[in-house]
């Protein structure tokens, strides 16, 4: 009996006041939220979070399309900006019964023409419409950083999902066995009369919620294993291993600065101002339509018989004279285009203010609650745990109060394991917005 108790008292003595491997952040002073060495809950190499990006970065389906729109949009800069294709012409005039280029006396008024036509337009279109293809480029490399950005951030907070299911698997394991170490007690307590067979039976099914929960976190692990590999384009069953020890994390200075930093390295805000400065450009194009093009034609002409060859050179003036119906509307669409993608980006910036906002403060509130949990609650909760189980040896406490401070304990540890992975999650959805890196 007294073995027993021992052993309950050194599992407890055990569990340090911090969670295990939690230390001081030397850059800032303060405590990071850096729970210990994962318990291997699951099979296969520790797997890290900078390992996973690089296979996102390279085998992403969705980035690998996004590089090939980047080229497509490039391979159409150089045909916008191009001259119209030069229009060769060759003809003949004279009687059916002669063949064609042939003279024939039988028809004297037969000729031969060979003409070049060249289409000019008004100076100042192929550059615009060149402008216009290099802005649509741009903005689609902007386009494939904004998603590059998001897949990243995507991934850190499914892979933290699934080091929270891990994590909190070794937890529920862990307490599992102290309190099969607890039942037995009971059982002994019971076997001598100095306890009740109620509560071993409440231990039991105690035992029997904790395989549930195992069960629910199981499977909220496997879910996560699932994304994360979708994200790798691999086999949604290809096994992760247990994670590696969370980095240290420090919290950004201020909001204030986040905010600044998404109006100035945002990739979707960069690429909305592109959308105006395309916007701007197509707008100046279509002005620029209510201008005449020209057109010059070459040509040479030789009659049958003895007369020389003869050349002359044609002069065209295309007029846009249905400007109304043709040129005027796309004047309008060109407005209301430009006009539209200069509310996108206020949208833009106002959504990423709003989410950069909500994302630290959920940030500050899951380290204020890790810090809470590892500075005060765990460890009163497992000294109280550690006092209830010695009063219950000497009968001053029945078993329902250590039961009772055994969940609190277990909910607790689940609860820090909880927050520190919000923290993380917080701090990678901020990412995509202020272009740093504040989570590894």
Do not use: C, H
Not at 108 to 113: G, I, L
Not at 160 to 175: C, K, L, P, S, T
Not at 289 to 309: A, C, H, N
């Amino acid at each position: 009996m007294k073995r027993q108790t021992l052993t309950v008292l050194g599992f407890l003595l055990g569990a340090t006041v911090l969670p295990a491997g939690a230390q001081t952040d030397p850059s800032g002073g303060k405590q990071a939220v850096v729970p210990g060495p994962p318990t291997l809950s699951s099979a296969g190499p520790v797997v890290t979070l900078p390992a996973l990006v690089t296979q996102l970065e390279q085998n992403n389906p969705e980035l690998q399309a996004g590089r090939r729109e980047i080229d497509v949009r490039l391979a159409r800069v150089a045909p916008a900006g191009a001259p119209p294709e030069p229009t060769i012409t060759v003809g003949y005039m004279g009687g059916l019964a002669s063949a064609p280029f042939f003279p024939s006396g039988s028809t004297p008024n037969a000729f031969r023409q060979f003409s070049v036509t060249q289409e000019i337009p008004f100076p100042g279109k192929l550059a615009l419409r060149s402008r216009v293809a290099a802005t649509e480029a741009t903005a689609e490399r902007w386009n494939f950083e904004a998603t590059r950005r998001r897949l990243i951030a995507e991934l850190k907070a499914t892979f933290f999902d699934y080091a929270f299911a891990d994590r909190a698997i070794g937890v529920v394991e862990r307490n599992k066995t102290l309190l099969e170490q607890m039942r037995q007690i009971a059982e002994a307590q019971f076997s001598v009369g100095k306890g009740s067979q109620q509560d071993v039976l409440k231990a039991q099914v105690e035992i029997s919620l904790l395989i549930e929960r195992l069960a629910v976190l199981e499977q909220q692990r496997a879910t996560s294993q699932a994304r994360i590999n979708g994200l790798l384009y691999r086999d949604p069953e290809t096994a992760l291993g247990p994670v590696a020890e969370y980095a240290p994390v420090v919290l950004p200075e201020n909001l204030d600065r986040l905010r600044s930093l998404e109006r100035a390295q945002s990739a979707t805000l960069k690429s909305r101002e592109q959308g105006i400065t395309r916007g701007q450009q197509a707008l100046a194009l279509a002005n620029r339509e209510l201008r005449p093009d020209f057109g010059i034609t070459v040509s040479s002409q030789k009659y049958t018989g003895d007369m020389p060859w003869m050349y002359g050179i044609d002069f065209m003036v295309k007029v846009p004279i249905y400007w109304q119906r043709k040129q005027r509307p796309m004047i309008a669409e060109a407005a209301a285009s430009l006009e539209s993608a200069r509310l996108m980006r206020n949208n833009t910036l106002s959504t990423e203010q709003a989410q950069v906002t909500q994302e630290f403060l959920a940030a500050i509130t899951s380290k204020r609650l890790a810090d809470l949990y590892t500075d005060t609650i765990l460890p009163q909760a497992r000294l109280t745990l550690e006092s209830s189980l010695a009063s219950y040896q000497v009968g001053r406490v029945d078993f329902l109060t250590l039961l009772s401070n055994y969940q609190t304990v277990l909910t607790y540890e689940v609860s820090y394991e909880e927050q520190a992975a919000r923290l993380r999650q917080a701090l990678a959805r901020i990412e995509p917005f202020v272009n740093e890196e504040l989570v590894r």
